[in-house]
């Protein structure tokens, strides 16, 4: 049973920086995409940032130069790293996975639907 599990979420205020890490369990063949989606209270889930099977990366217009996502096979772990954030990136975080071939970068797809395993996410919080 594929599991996802979220960590490194914290408060921090504007300006700094996190790292919320995303380890993966239970799977037997490599994911085609994995990605970090989040969720303002009030807000739909966004697409923050994706990488697929060819090691290409996409992102959100409003994190490109900040955000940064990478992925270590030997840990089974992926990353988003966080630099100069914003009181507009306070959300939940939450680590998706798949095998669908749409999902690839290529596709250039922002779709939730074409993720079929999430983890349960964790609190980013910036302050002014």
């Known amino acids: 049973q594929v599991q996802l599990v979220e960590s490194g979420g914290g408060s921090v205020q504007a300006g700094g920086s996190l790292r919320v890490s995303c380890a993966k369990f239970g799977y037997t063949t490599r994911f085609t995409c994995m990605g970090w989606f989040r969720q303002a209270p009030g807000k739909e889930r966004e697409g923050v940032a994706q990488?697929?099977?060819?090691?290409?990366?996409k992102y959100a217009d409003s994190v490109k130069g900040r955000f940064t996502i990478s992925q270590d096979n030997a840990k089974n772990t992926l990353y988003l790293q966080m630099n100069n954030l914003k009181p507009e990136d306070t959300a939940v975080y939450y680590c998706?996975?798949?095998?669908?071939?749409?999902?690839?970068?290529?596709?250039?797809?922002?779709?939730?639907?074409?993720?079929?395993?999430w983890g349960q996410g964790t609190q980013v919080t910036v302050s002014s």
């Open positions: 998706a996975a798949s095998y669908s071939l749409l999902c690839r970068v290529a596709y250039g797809r922002n779709n939730p639907g074409d993720f079929g395993y």
């Open positions: 990488i697929d099977d060819y090691d290409r990366t």
